[in-house]
């Protein structure tokens, strides 16, 4: 075995396409990885030290499926644009601690991006008491996910979203604290955490948060 195909693994492109709006869909093939929900690859995107991490939105023995949103311009964003079947790429093996934990019941809060995390989270829990609440520009932009409160920005920046806090506030939750998962933007993060743990009391090491971008910052990981 090379030193290389200790840390990463090498796939190749196999097809591409729009899950939903600007949410592009890349199936990888590769030999199969070892995931769970929630976790994520970090792939050389633009030569090997230029990477970006991404969510699995799927997965199976013959490779992974990511979904990707076309925010604009980035070296991310536009090797998803530009990707092509056949097209040889390189990333990290699945990592990533925001997982599904046992807890009387589980709160998703997040945008377009963390809603691709969500996707394996919330069908692994299919059964258990779920909240979920996710912004998105339009209503075109939402992935394939049951049980979920959809919000619109309809053009309204996705950074500190006091109308996704906001909702979450007026979600009638169980007076005893659950577990939740809150990812997307970093802002907006740090703003529902801070909600649920100054406003509702709950213990900090409850919220599991994964800023995933913010305004100015480049590929966070
Ligand atoms: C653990 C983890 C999992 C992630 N999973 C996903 C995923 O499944 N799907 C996904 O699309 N992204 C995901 N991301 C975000 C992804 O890694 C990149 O940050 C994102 O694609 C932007 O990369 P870029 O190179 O295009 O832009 P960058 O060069 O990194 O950023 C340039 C600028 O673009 C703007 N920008 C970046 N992202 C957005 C956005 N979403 N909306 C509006 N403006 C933005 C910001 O102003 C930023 O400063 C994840 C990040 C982390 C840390």
Known sequence: MRLRDLFFVTGTIEST???AGRMRR???????????????I???????????????????????????????????????????PGQELIFTKPEG???????PYHLFVGEETASVAFGPMLRSLEGSPVHA???????????PLKD???LYREGAS???????????????????????????EARTVQAVRA???????????????????TPGKKGME
């Open 148 to 150: 979920v409160k959809w």
């Open 42 to 84: 970090r792939i050389s995107v633009d030569g090997l030290m230029t990477r970006r991490s991404y969510s699995i939105w799927d997965g199976d023995d013959d490779g992974l499926e990511l979904c990707v949103l076309d925010h604009g311009d980035g070296p991310g964003a536009r090797w998803a644009r530009t990707a092509e």
């Open 133 to 143: 609440v996710i912004e998105v520009d339009s209503p075109d932009e939402c992935l």
């Open 195 to 213: 909600h649920l743990v100054n406003d509702r009391g709950w213990d900090r090491r409850s919220v599991l948060t994964k800023p995933f971008w």
């Open 17 to 19: 396409g729009f899950l």
């Open 97 to 103: 601690s925001m997982i599904p934990r046992p807890a």
């Open 26 to 40: 890349l199936r990888i093939a590769c030999p199969a990885q070892s995931w769970k929900p929630g976790q994520q």
């Open 158 to 184: 996705a950074a500190s979203s006091e109308p996704l806090v906001e909702a979450v506030r007026n979600l009638a939750l169980p007076a005893e604290p659950g577990i939740a998962y809150v990812a997307g």
